[in-house]
């Protein structure tokens, strides 16, 4: 099977001149590769059927694969909270995600790696299913914001309540994402970038896909994972970040008034990065702009996601 790789060129029709971009999406399922069009897992997979499977976000940069220990570690977690047996080993996972963005022949890219309870039947029993399916996707990464890390993101509280712990620990990243995606609706309905969620007792916990950070009197401050945060990978790097200023960085449950206090604020993710927040259910954060100690973060993290992780 031929493999896609990236490439582009200029044409000109009619004294026109017409951009072409050649699809370089890349897609590993259980041992064999695909191209976009050609990829297909089953109708009676439990992951496509109930959302019943695990998935980690990754990004690679200039040929370095960032944080892809904390990821592969984070999605066997993930699996074990659901009793899902992964075939592939930890390393060979690793391995897997390596190869396919070489095969790919991309230095930069998104890779969305999937574990799946695999083919079942209609039934909700995962003893129907006998093996999981490992889907690896790589595609060339394009900034999530576009022009806005420069600008800053307007953000809405969403009255969809995040899933409490003690019915699925929303530490582990499960294919069920009904709950963050009410919240995005939201968002997008009152034309905003990024939702927060709170949780049972009120408290934030974070966005419908993103970890929030705020500075408020000299100190970094993000909601703990026992609110319902999810323990994110650029999360963690902020922890590491801040030792560097050096600030203070702590985990403590927030308020709505103390995120609408703040001095400044931002959200990560692996997709997102870091990305400055300047407006909460219309409040406007600090002087409305991207802050200080916001700009001196997304500038050193820069620096560390090109050597915290794994070279091609």
Not at 132 to 146: E, K, L, N, R, S
Not at 253 to 264: F, K, M, P, R
Request: charged share 25%; aromatic share 8%; net charge negative.
């Amino acid at each position: 099977m031929a493999i896609l790789l990236p490439w582009r060129y200029w044409s000109k029709n009619n004294n026109s001149k017409l951009w072409l971009k050649m699809d370089t999406t890349l897609i590993y399922i259980d041992g064999d590769y695909y191209n976009k069009g050609d990829a297909k897992i089953s109708v009676f997979d439990h992951g496509f059927l109930y959302g019943d499977g695990v998935f980690e976000s990754i990004r690679c940069y200039n040929g370095n694969v960032f944080g892809l220990q904390e990821h592969i570690e984070r999605l066997y977690e993930s699996a074990i909270l659901l009793h899902l047996e992964i075939p592939e080993t930890r390393e060979e996972m690793a391995n897997l995600v390596c190869a396919t963005i070489r095969k790919a022949g991309l230095n930069d890219a998104y890779v969305r790696l999937v574990v799946s309870r695999g083919i079942g039947d209609l039934g909700l029993d995962p003893r129907k299913c006998p093996r999981p399916t490992t889907v690896i996707i790589v595609q060339q990464a394009d900034p999530m914001y576009g022009d806005l890390y420069d600008k800053g993101i307007r953000v809405v509280t969403s009255g969809i309540r995040r899933i409490s712990s003690d019915a699925i620990d929303v530490r582990a990243k499960t294919l069920n994402y009904l709950n963050n995606i009410l919240a995005k609706m939201q968002a997008n309905m009152a034309n905003c970038q990024e939702a927060l969620m709170l949780n049972h007792l009120g408290y934030v916990c974070e966005g419908t896909g993103d970890n929030l950070f705020i500075l408020k009197k000299g100190e970094l401050v993000t909601p703990p994972a026992e609110s319902g945060a999810l323990q994110g990978i650029t999360r963690q790097s902020i922890f590491e970040l801040s030792r560097k200023i050096p600030i203070v960085c702590a985990e403590r449950n927030l308020t709505l008034i103390d995120v609408y206090t703040c001095d400044e604020a931002f959200m990560t993710g692996t997709l997102a990065e870091i990305i400055p927040v300047v407006e909460i259910d219309g409040r406007t954060i600090g002087n409305g702009e991207p802050g200080l100690i916001t700009r001196r973060l997304m500038a050193e993290f820069v620096e560390i996601r090109e050597r915290h992780g794994i070279r091609l």
